[in-house]
Nanobody, 123 residues
Framework: VQLQASGGGLVQAGGSLRLSCAASGRTLRIYDMGWFRQAPGKEREFVAV????????QYADSVKGRFTISRENAKNTQYLQMNSLKPEDTAVYYC?????????????????WGQGTQVTVSS
């Protein structure tokens, strides 16, 4: 499975961005799809996850009410709509997927990763 993320960029505080992540290859192996982020000098952290049928979503407390995750299985694509962005949201954002059907938000349980896309929020 290969994941290709896009949509990052530079935005002012309060602005919005939409990230996309397209999966290719043996996509039938994918269950949860999620987004993680890593700021300079910090560990990679969970942002949001959506189950393979889209019926279950989960968010980090820091992004609840501002970010929305979704997926279109017919297109093998997931999205992260980010609104009301804050400077502390600045990070490299990674899309990820896992082949285990059990739901998880733990970084180490995801076995497929995209290349990362930079999101910079200026104050």
């Amino acid at each position: 499975v290969q994941l290709q993320a896009s949509g990052g960029g530079l935005v002012q505080a309060g602005g919005s961005l939409r990230l996309s992540c397209a999966a290719s290859g043996r996509t039938l192996r994918i269950y949860d799809m999620g987004w993680f982020r890593q700021a300079p000098g910090k560990e990679r952290e969970f942002v949001a996850v959506v189950s393979w049928m889209g019926g279950r979503v989960q968010y980090a407390d820091s992004v609840k009410g501002r970010f929305t995750i979704s997926r279109e299985n017919a297109k093998n694509t997931q999205y992260l709509q980010m609104n009301s962005l804050k400077p502390e949201d600045t990070a490299v954002y990674y899309c990820a997927a896992r082949s285990d059907p059990l739901h998880s938000t733990a970084v180490q349980t995801y076995n497929y990763w995209g290349q990362g896309t930079q999101v910079t929020v200026s104050s």
